[in-house]
Nanobody, 114 residues
Framework: VQLQASGGGSAQPGGSLRLTCAASRSIDGLDAIGWYRQAPGKQRELVASIGRGGTTNYGDSVKGRFTISRGTPKNTMHLQMNSLKPEDTAVYYC?????????WGQGTLVTVSS
């Protein structure tokens, strides 16, 4: 499985961005897929994930602001990021869990500043 992330960029505080992760196969066949982020000098952390059955999981800092969803076509997944804050600035990585493996895509930079 290969993952391609897109949609990063710059936004002002309070603004919105949408990230997309495109997989080389349908995400229905993956155990889980989601987003992690890493800010300078900080550890990589979970942003949001969606499991095979559709169960979603969010990091505490993004609950109520970010929404993860399956896309169309079925090999895509989106992260809608609303009410962005400067502390959301980070490199965002798409990650899939598949047959016991952690598969990472390349990162996409999100910068939130005024």
């Amino acid at each position: 499985v290969q993952l391609q992330a897109s949609g990063g960029g710059s936004a002002q505080p309070g603004g919105s961005l949408r990230l997309t992760c495109a997989a080389s196969r349908s995400i229905d066949g993956l155990d889980a897929i989601g987003w992690y982020r890493q800010a300078p000098g900080k550890q990589r952390e979970l942003v949001a994930s969606i499991g095979r059955g559709g169960t979603t999981n969010y990091g505490d800092s993004v609950k109520g602001r970010f929404t993860i969803s399956r896309g169309t076509p079925k090999n895509t997944m989106h992260l809608q990021m609303n009410s962005l804050k400067p502390e959301d600035t980070a490199v965002y990585y798409c990650k899939a869990d598949f047959v016991g493996l952690d598969i990472w895509g390349q990162g996409t930079l999100v910068t939130v500043s005024s």
